[in-house]
């Protein structure tokens, strides 16, 4: 049986290499492992129930409004007033628009919670910007796909209700756990350009222009409500006023007076964020849903605790996890997507990390931004690949290696908190 769970994980894994969509993957590989080690009638009642139980968590209704305010503050235009108030305060720095690019991401992000919609939506602003400036483009090219990874670790964070769902970990707690580490890491990032284009100052391009100090304050003015936005949905979920259902539903309900206000929301607009919501929404739940079955599945043959026994049995110390752990999803980041990479191993590996005693809300942290790196490594970076339709001309060896700076200061991160866990909690504990 244990052999079976093993030919399953490694079926699932080529289905999703060669291209087979990852929820349908989940469903057949799981639907089918059930009927094998029961019979076709049990599968299908998994599956029935699959469906109800995961259906009916009040939670997931976070994940499809999160989306949808994404996708109304991405019709907004929202994002170049980000970029244009970072640009102006930030852009007298070495690499000044590299460094408003990060934070700009971050500030998306924080309104997103969508890693490849921030590089996407930001790359498509900025790249051409950082262009006309002379900027080089490795470093053009690489601090976008790099930054478009905060979208997944500062809240609100579809990857961190994910998490939560699968391992019961309360996603208030893991969105403010988010905050320090996102922000963080936007320093760490702008730290990172500002040292590559003091070495190399071709890099950094000419001179930004400063404008006056009112026009200045004219740009930071309207990126105000999103900032409020941000700070409200954050210091509710502090203090216990809302749930983060129930902030994702007044989350949308602001974007769509502000953008009503400022007369920047159409009919058409909507309702193509709607469509978009629901796509998503749907494509996300067949993952839980496909998740749920397969890891049914391998608990049945007995792989899932063989494999964790094995783990526990290897007698490894909380630094030894933590870089075994770094090590794999640095290879699977080779190979998978971001849900691919948690749906494998999250369940076989948070077992592990709760008996040696890792904070759940700390450990979801951590997967975050290890996953986070997979979106830049080679070959299956997907942050590199949205960079590269924005930027077509740009070699994808050439952003790849725009990436290892960046790449290398998450790996440095990831040891300072690994060091100082309190970096990622002391906000909720």
Request: include cysteine.
């Amino acid at each position: 049986m244990i052999t079976l769970g093993a030919a399953a994980f490694v079926l699932l894994i080529l289905l999703i290499i060669v291209g087979v969509p990852i929820g349908l993957s989940l469903v057949v590989v799981g639907i089918g492992g059930l009927a094998m080690v029961g019979s076709l009638s049990t599968a299908m009642t998994q599956t029935t129930l699959a469906l109800w139980s995961e259906g009916t968590k009040f939670v997931l209704i976070a994940i499809p409004f999160y989306i949808l305010m994404g996708n109304l503050i991405y019709h907004t235009g929202i994002a170049k007033n980000l970029f244009q108030a970072a640009s102006y305060w930030l852009g007298w720095l070495p690499g000044g628009l590299a460094v408003a690019a990060v934070f700009a991401c971050a500030g998306f992000g924080a309104v997103s919670g969508s890693s490849t919609a921030t590089a996407r939506t930001m790359g498509a602003i900025i790249i051409p910007e950082m262009r006309r400036y002379g900027y080089g483009l490795p470093l053009a090219t690489g601090v976008m796909s790099s930054s478009g990874t905060l979208g997944i670790l500062i809240p609100p964070s579809i990857i961190m209700i994910f998490y939560g769902l699968m391992t019961e970990t309360s996603i208030g707690q893991l969105f403010v756990a988010g905050v320090i580490p996102g922000i963080l890491i936007a320093i760490l990032f702008s730290a990172i350009v500002v040292v590559i284009v003091r070495f190399d100052p071709a890099q950094g391009g000419h001179a930004v222009d400063m404008p006056p100090l009112s026009e200045r304050l004219r740009a930071l003015a309207h990126i105000l409500p999103v900032l409020g936005l941000f700070g409200f949905l954050l210091g509710g979920l502090y203090m216990g006023v809302f749930t983060p259902t129930e902030g994702a539903v007044v989350g949308v309900f602001a974007v769509l007076v502000m953008g009503a206000l400022q007369r920047r929301l159409s009919l058409a607009a909507i309702r193509h964020a709607l469509a978009d919501a629901a796509f998503l929404t749907t494509m996300l739940f067949m993952i839980i849903v496909g998740g749920t079955l397969f890891t049914r599945f391998l608990v049945q043959t007995g792989f899932i605790g063989a494999l964790t026994g094995w783990m526990l049995s290897m007698n490894l110390g909380y630094a030894p996890f933590i870089v075994a752990v770094t090590i794999l999803y640095l290879l699977l980041g080779c190979l998978l997507d971001l849900f691919g990479m948690l749906i494998l191993t999250v369940p076989i590996l948070f077992p592990i990390a709760t008996s040696l005693g890792i904070d759940p809300v700390w450990f979801g942290i951590y997967i975050i931004i290890v996953a986070e790196i997979g979106l830049v490594t080679p070959p299956l970076g997907v942050n590199v690949y949205v960079i590269k339709t924005v930027a077509p001309d740009v070699p994808l060896t050439k952003i790849f290696l725009g990436c290892l700076p960046f790449v290398a200061g998450m790996l440095a991160f990831i040891a300072l908190m690994a060091v100082f866990p309190q970096i990622a909690l002391f906000m909720v504990r």
